[in-house]
């Protein structure tokens, strides 16, 4: 069974740094777009960033200059680091991959189970 493993989350001042990763557990073929997400107290999901196979990477405004993307293909995974953290970044983060199980098969949505974040002033 194929799973989408986080992790890194937790308390952090504000200012301060955390750094997640997001891991593909079970057998893939291969990962196509990987990203992340964030849903805060009473909000929907929002896209923070994402990055393609190839590294090329977006970032919703909020997070520009301050999180960055990136992945390491061979081991399947997903990092962001988040730098200069604000109150305001409070969520559960998330991460979602494309991913084809077997050869053939069109990609398909994966969603990691979620981790804290949370920002105090």
């Known amino acids: 069974q194929v799973q989408l493993v986080e992790s890194g989350g937790g308390l952090v001042q504000s200012g301060g740094s955390l750094r997640l990763s997001c891991a593909v557990s079970?057998?893939?073929?291969?990962?196509?777009?990987m990203g992340w997400y964030r849903q805060g107290p009473g909000n929907k999901r929002e896209l923070v960033a994402t990055?393609?196979?190839?590294?090329?990477?977006t970032y919703a405004d909020s997070v520009k200059g301050r999180f960055t993307i990136s992945r390491d293909n061979a081991e399947n995974t997903v990092y962001l680091q988040m730098n200069s953290l604000k109150p305001e970044d409070t969520a559960v983060f998330y991460c979602?991959?494309?991913?084809?199980?077997?050869?053939?098969?069109?990609?398909?949505?994966?969603w990691g189970q979620g981790t804290q974040v949370t920002v105090s002033s």
């Open positions: 990055i393609s196979r190839g590294g090329m990477s």
């Open positions: 079970g057998s893939i073929f291969s990962a196509y777009a």
């Open positions: 979602n991959a494309d991913l084809v199980l077997t050869s053939g098969e069109f990609p398909r949505s994966y």
